[in-house]
């Protein structure tokens, strides 16, 4: 089973009835790019670049993170590449900073928020993200959007450093897609709209769960709210594939529910056609949709819509699983 996993890397993920998905990685730097090309990922789908400003005393300078995101986008040979911007706060901290204490901080300050209430910290980001996208295929994905117009003035920041180091004659790749990460329960519920603004949608059913289900994802004592499989998370998913796809643009997962060969079958049927995990779970992820069909998991996403609770999806998913 191993050697025959080992054998998957170098093929496409592809189902039994011909149907292509992109089964991606998801990295914190540099030293996760061996494993994903191992694992033989179709790319990189959420490099959380905030531990490239984490355990240090001072904010990485444009040039260390240049060199971090040149080194990744060169390593993955022109595989994709979705680059996350800075998503501090939360539960990460940046001591450094020295930010005022919030007492609900997953509802504070964190993300995109700090990013545009801290223009210096984001556009240094930028900038070292531009620099290096001739390295590879880089997209660029924004954390924790809200609302419109956090996203048009992240991208009207990006405009300005493009045109900026454009006129300083550096070249930029004229094909960095821009997108955002759905995470909140109003991005999803208003996703059609967003959709006209973006490359692609990136889910966060981390982040997505926690708010949908009003509970903290660091809390022991309300973990049974965290439920991937609830009609509601299953819902708001499905809305935010369909409205991608009315706009021809295309719908990721990033989230720990992205690489659970349980929801695989189910994430397809509802539509998702890029999921990004462990670099672990990319060979089984690929084997167990070798194994899969188009009629079947549209059947399945079909029948388990029409469910009520976490605990009966789960059951009929297990039921028909074939992990
Ligand atoms: C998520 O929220 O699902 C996600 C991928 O981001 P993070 O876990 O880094 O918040
Ligand atoms: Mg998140």
């Given at each position: 089973?191993?050697?025959?996993?080992?054998?998957?890397?170098?093929?496409?993920?592809?189902?039994?009835?011909?149907?292509?998905?992109?089964?991606?990685?998801?990295?914190?730097?540099?030293?996760?790019?061996?494993?994903?090309?191992?694992?033989?990922?179709?790319?990189?789908?959420?490099?959380?670049?905030?531990?490239?400003?984490m355990?240090?005393?001072?904010?990485?300078?444009?040039?260390?993170?240049?060199?971090?995101?040149?080194?990744?986008?060169?390593?993955?040979?022109?595989?994709?590449?979705v680059?996350?911007?800075?998503?501090?706060?939360?539960?990460?901290?940046?001591?450094?900073?020295?930010?005022?204490?919030?007492?609900n901080?997953?509802?504070?300050?964190?993300?995109?928020?700090?990013?545009?209430s801290?223009?210096?910290?984001?556009?240094?980001?930028?900038?070292?993200?531009?620099?290096?996208?001739?390295?590879?295929?880089?997209?660029?994905?924004?954390?924790?959007?809200?609302?419109?117009?956090?996203?048009?003035?992240?991208?009207?920041?990006?405009?300005?450093?493009?045109?900026?180091?454009?006129?300083?004659?550096?070249?930029?790749?004229?094909?960095?897609?821009?997108?955002?990460?759905?995470?909140?329960?109003?991005?999803?519920?208003?996703?059609?709209?967003?959709?006209?603004?973006?490359?692609?949608?990136?889910?966060?059913?981390?982040?997505?769960?926690?708010?949908?289900?009003?509970?903290?994802?660091?809390?022991?004592?309300?973990?049974?709210?965290?439920?991937?499989?609830?009609?509601?998370?299953?819902?708001?998913?499905r809305?935010?594939?369909?409205?991608?796809?009315?706009?021809?643009?295309?719908?990721?997962?990033?989230?720990?529910?992205?690489?659970?060969?349980?929801?695989?079958?189910?994430?397809?049927?509802?539509?998702?056609?890029?999921?990004s995990?462990?670099a672990?779970?990319?060979?089984?992820?690929?084997?167990?949709?070798?194994?899969?069909?188009?009629?079947?998991?549209?059947?399945?996403?079909?029948?388990?819509?029409?469910?009520?609770?976490?605990?009966?999806?789960?059951?009929?998913?297990?039921?028909?699983?074939?992990?």
């Amino acid at each position: 089973r191993v050697a025959e996993l080992k054998r998957l890397a170098a093929e496409p993920s592809v189902s039994a009835d011909g149907v292509h998905v992109e089964l991606a990685a998801n990295i914190g730097g540099v030293e996760d790019v061996a494993k994903a090309m191992e694992n033989g990922a179709d790319g990189v789908g959420l490099f959380r670049t905030e531990f490239l400003y984490m355990g240090r005393n001072s904010l990485p300078t444009e040039e260390e993170q240049y060199e971090t995101y040149r080194h990744v986008l060169d390593k993955m040979k022109g595989k994709r590449v979705v680059i996350r911007t800075l998503d501090i706060g939360g539960d990460k901290e940046l001591p450094y900073l020295s930010l005022p204490k919030e007492s609900n901080p997953f509802l504070g300050l964190r993300a995109v928020r700090f990013c545009l209430s801290r223009e210096d910290v984001f556009r240094t980001q930028l900038r070292a993200l531009l620099r290096a996208s001739t390295a590879g295929k880089l997209n660029i994905m924004f954390p924790m959007i809200a609302v419109a117009g956090e996203l048009r003035q992240a991208k009207t920041i990006l405009g300005e450093e493009r045109a900026k180091l454009e006129s300083e004659g550096v070249p930029i790749a004229a094909d960095i897609e821009v997108g955002i990460m759905i995470e909140i329960p109003a991005a999803a519920l208003n996703a059609d709209y967003l959709a006209k603004e973006v490359d692609f949608f990136s889910i966060g059913t981390n982040d997505l769960i926690q708010y949908t289900m009003a509970a903290d994802r660091m809390n022991d004592a309300v973990a049974y709210l965290y439920q991937p499989y609830h009609p509601s998370i299953l819902r708001l998913v499905r809305m935010v594939i369909r409205a991608a796809a009315r706009e021809g643009k295309w719908t990721g997962m990033c989230g720990e529910m992205a690489g659970d060969l349980t929801a695989i079958p189910l994430l397809l049927g509802l539509g998702l056609g890029e999921f990004s995990m462990s670099a672990s779970s990319v060979l089984p992820a690929r084997e167990l949709i070798g194994r899969l069909s188009k009629e079947e998991w549209s059947k399945l996403a079909e029948e388990a819509l029409q469910l009520g609770t976490q605990e009966e999806v789960k059951q009929f998913v297990e039921q028909r699983s074939h992990a």
